[in-house]
Every structure is written in structure tokens, then in C-alpha cells.
């Protein structure tokens, strides 16, 4: 079995989409709820658990989602121009090294 | 007008006028009557005592009461149906040293300044592990009904309160604060035969919005409908906060802004604010909210999934259950059961999922989603967000929340009180 991924979402507003398509990535949109796009960037247990300890505020939804919650709104930015700039969604451990430095 | 109440009794209201509340006060110091400084908890329910949001009860709650609700779910009387126990807490130390005895008038301040009577006719200890088991089923200190619990000092005063000083509410509360009588008067003026109660402490995004429209359609039923004969009554409680939940201010303005752009007539809708501490008692709390909405005026009340519940410590449908085991005529108000309303792109529509054949393709209102999107500050489609409602959350995270419409440390520090108990002149 494939190990299990905690994904941090990052929803996806106007100004968001707008940078999105310009890199071509549209197709990393996921849409919930009546339309709202969302790009899940993966976490593994490990990374989880470093994210966590970073950010007090942060948390984990065992009971539902099994999602990363609660980072701060700039944290997000901050994933989210890793994944333009990447191109790729897996830029946890990029996005660690920075916030460590 | 009539204004018969939970337990069929009369509301009470023990409130003082002024002139009378002054001249009482010199003469309760003239012969130096004991005083006893109050914290926010007994606070906030000397308030809704004296109002009578918790009719028939005149006081808080002698020995005999707390184990009639513990045991029975009743008053000491043993026919009125109470679930959550209304008890004034003190150390023993502070009782020495105050000097407080039985059938003492005891004058009680908040903040310094005179704010109530107390007539004090028990003097009690409980064993709180006992009461917790029997309001709340566990006796887990996470509990946050069971922690306030835990946290109350080893003896309890049980006696009649007369409030001296009314309360002011500050902005943004004050209009919305209505007193029970108030709220009858209100609804008898807007020609309502039927209000619905709707319990919240969120804000509202569509899957509210339809739970509140589908029991209104439901309990409308056979009524004229020449003009408006029924309304829905927001109730939001407003008192004790954790950390992530919604911060007030966004509560009562957001759920009102439903009202104020169109998503429910103006005439068929009122948002108003209690003063509670929500004890998280799932199927006792229902009962309770039942009671209290009774005082409001209320005809029906809407008890969805999970009703005041936390953690997994109650079945999602316990708080209907409950409502069973009553004996019949024991309460004034009508539930409305309800299940959940979700999103289903095949209906392509906010649906009840007790209709909609969809289950696979659903999407929920799940409260992590919602609050993960708030806080991205990313304006959902108005089909789940009405887009006035979106704006609102986030005018108030600036305004009120110190730049989150969450509960946070910083917010419980420096947040204006929602009401003071200004100097009695
Ligand atoms: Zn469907």
C-alpha cells in the first residue's frame, strides 16, 4: 500500500487562478464544493510532523479530512509560489529547507 | 399580555428599577451587608436569571435542584424538566472569610460595582465527579463541560437574585441583545404565530441557510399564507470562548447580514444574542436550549446533527432521542429534527441529504474545509458562501478579531467585553 499523504490545502481565488493558468498548470485544480478549486500539496507523515512543530497554530484533522490546517495566510502564499515556480505540487521539502534556514 | 414561559409559569424578571435600585444600595452599605465581587461565569447567568432566559428559575440553584437535575432532569419540584445544572460556586476559604451565612442578603458586585441581590437559602458542597457523570455521561476532564465542572470551587450558594444594575451591552451586541420579554413584544409586533429557533454559535454559509429555510417550510405548513405568520429566530450564544472558534462579532453580524441582503426576507427574520456559556452537553444541552428558547417566545426549535455536542462523546442524533424519554406535554416548544444539507453536483444544488440519492458524488459542509477556506481569506462560489456574508467574516477578523475571524489567545486578551457593569448613579 501506498504511504498515506496529509495534503495542505490551498485554495484557489481569482488572483490564485490567474497565476495558475499563466504557468499552464490548471490541471492541478481539484473542484469541491460547487466549483471552489483547491490544489492539494502532499505532505508525508514525517514532513506532517515537522510542518506541526514549526507552526503552533497549525493542525491536523485526524477525524475528518486528514488535512493540514490553520497555517497562516502568508504560509500559504508562500507554498503557493513554490508550486508555481516548481511547477510541481511536491515542494513540502523545499518549502521546509526555507522555512529552517 | 401573557407571558407564560418554560414550565408553564409566568417569566421571570427580577430586575429592580433605578431609583429603587439606588436607594436599596444605600441601605444595603449603610448596614454594612456583606459583598461578594462575582467573576464573568456568575456574571453572565446572574443576568439571564434576572431576565428570565431561564424561567422559572428566580435564583441559582439549591442543593435539592442540582441533584433533581442530575438525577431526574427536573427541577426540585419534580415536574419541571431541567437538564444543566445553574449553581453559584465559592471557596470555603472565601466563605470564611465573608463571613456568608445561610439567609443572608448578600450584595454582589462585578467589577466593582453594585450589580445584584442575593438572597442566600443553601449552603452546599457536590461531588462534581457525580454531576459530571450524570449531565455530561463522562467524567474525561477534556470535556469543557465537565472541565468547568472540575474548576468550581468546593462550596455552592443557592438563593433568589434581584439585579440592581442592568447590564450595558457594547457594540456590535446592543441591538441584538433583546431581553425575553423584549423578544415577545418583538414578535408580537411583526404578527408572528410561529417562531422557529435556530441554536449558533458560526457563521453562516449555505448549508445553514438551507436548514433554516427547510424548517421553516416544514413547520409553516397549513398556516395563511396572506402574509407572514411565522419567522426564524437566530439565537446566537454569545459568552465563553475557545481558541478556533468563530470570534462573536462575526457570528451575530454575519448571521444577521442574511437577513439584511435578501437571503431571508426581512419580515420573516430576526437575529438576536443570549448571553451563555456553552457547556457542549449534547442531548442535555438540546434540552436546555429548548427550555431557554421557550422563554424566548418560541414555538419550534431546530436540532440538527451533532447538537451541541463535542468530540465523539455523543452520538450525532442523542440530542433527538433525548427528546423521546420526555414525558408528553412536559415541554411548550416543538423540535424540528433535521439531517444534514450538503452540496451535490449532480443536483447541482445545496440538498438535504435525507432527499438527494447522490451520497457518492456529495460534498459536505465539513467545518475543517470551511475554516481552511475563511482562512485562506478565498471567497467561496455563492452557492456555498453568500458573497455580503463572506465580506462580513472578514470585516470583522480586521475590526474585531485582531486580523482572524478565530478565537486566539491575543483576541480572549484584548477584545472589548461584550457587556460592563458601569457604576450605579
Ligand atoms: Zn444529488
Redesign the pocket.
Known amino acids: 500500500m501506498a504511504e498515506e499523504k496529509f495534503p495542505i490545502n490551498i485554495w484557489i481565488n481569482e488572483e490564485r487562478l490567474a497565476k495558475i493558468q499563466a504557468a499552464g498548470l490548471a490541471d492541478m485544480c481539484k473542484e469541491v464544493l460547487a466549483g471552489l478549486k483547491v490544489i492539494a500539496v502532499p505532505a508525508t507523515a514525517e514532513q506532517r510532523d515537522k510542518i506541526l512543530k514549526i507552526f503552533p497554530t497549525a493542525k491536523f484533522d485526524a477525524a475528518t479530512t486528514r488535512s493540514i490546517e490553520n497555517l497562516p495566510r502568508q504560509i500559504k502564499d508562500q507554498i503557493f509560489d513554490l508550486v508555481i515556480e516548481n511547477k510541481s505540487v511536491d515542494v513540502v521539502d523545499e518549502f521546509l529547507k526555507s522555512v529552517e534556514k | 399580555m401573557e407571558m407564560i414561559g418554560h414550565g408553564g409559569k409566568e417569566i421571570v424578571e427580577r430586575v429592580m428599577s433605578k431609583d429603587a435600585a439606588l436607594k436599596r444600595v444605600a441601605e444595603m452599605q449603610a448596614a454594612k451587608v456583606k459583598t461578594l465581587d462575582v467573576r464573568l461565569q456568575m456574571a453572565t447567568e446572574i443576568i439571564d436569571i434576572a431576565y428570565g432566559f431561564f424561567s422559572p428559575l428566580e435564583g441559582f440553584m439549591t442543593k435539592a435542584d442540582v441533584e433533581a437535575v442530575c438525577n431526574n432532569m427536573t427541577l426540585a419540584d419534580g415536574k419541571t424538566v431541567w437538564s444543566i445544572p445553574i449553581v453559584f460556586d465559592i471557596s470555603s476559604e472565601e466563605l470564611e472569610k465573608s463571613g456568608i451565612k445561610q439567609y443572608d442578603e448578600v450584595l454582589l458586585t462585578y467589577t466593582g460595582n453594585p450589580f445584584a441581590i442575593f438572597d442566600i437559602t443553601d449552603i452546599f458542597t457536590l461531588d462534581v465527579k457525580e454531576v459530571a457523570m450524570k449531565v455530561y455521561g463522562t467524567t474525561e476532564d477534556k470535556h469543557p463541560g465537565v472541565k468547568r465542572t472540575y474548576q468550581y470551587k468546593d462550596k455552592f450558594l443557592g438563593g433568589k437574585i434581584t439585579l440592581l444594575n442592568p447590564p450595558k451591552i457594547n457594540e456590535p451586541f446592543t441591538k441584538y441583545w433583546l431581553t425575553p420579554k423584549q423578544m415577545r413584544e418583538k414578535f408580537k409586533e411583526k404578527g408572528w404565530e410561529m417562531i422557529i429557533n435556530h441554536q449558533t454559535r458560526n457563521v453562516p454559509h449555505t448549508g445553514h441557510e438551507w436548514l433554516m429555510k427547510g424548517a421553516y417550510l416544514g413547520a409553516y405548513g397549513s398556516m395563511m399564507v396572506d402574509k407572514p405568520r411565522g419567522g426564524i429566530l437566530v439565537n446566537a450564544m454569545i459568552g465563553e470562548k475557545r481558541p478556533g472558534d468563530y470570534i462573536d462579532e462575526a457570528i451575530i453580524l454575519c448571521q444577521d447580514a442574511q437577513g439584511k441582503y435578501g437571503y431571508f426576507r426581512e419580515d420573516i427574520f430576526l437575529t438576536t444574542c443570549t448571553l451563555w456559556d456553552m457547556r457542549y452537553a449534547g442531548p442535555k444541552e438540546a434540552i436546555f436550549h429548548a427550555c431557554l428558547r421557550t422563554n424566548l417566545g418560541c414555538t419550534h426549535h431546530m436540532f440538527g446533527r451533532d447538537h451541541a455536542g463535542v468530540g465523539t462523546y455523543y452520538d450525532p442524533y442523542d440530542a433527538h432521542r433525548i427528546f423521546s424519554k420526555l414525558p408528553e406535554g412536559s415541554l411548550r416548544i416543538k423540535p424540528i429534527f433535521n439531517l444534514d444539507w450538503w452540496f ?6 445545496v ?1 438535504y441529504s435525507g ?4 451520497k457518492d ?2 460534498a459536505s459542509f465539513s467545518g475543517t474545509l470551511i475554516r481552511s477556506i475563511i482562512q485562506d481569506g478565498v471567497k467561496p462560489p455563492r452557492r456555498i458562501f453568500r458573497p455580503e456574508v463572506f465580506d462580513m467574516i472578514m470585516e470583522c477578523a480586521e475590526k474585531y478579531g485582531f486580523g482572524n475571524a478565530f478565537v486566539t489567545e491575543d483576541y480572549l486578551k484584548r477584545r472589548q467585553p461584550v457587556f460592563t457593569i458601569e457604576p450605579l448613579q
Open positions: 451535490c453536483p449532480v443536483c447541482d444544488e440538498t432527499l438527494c440519492g447522490h458524488k456529495k
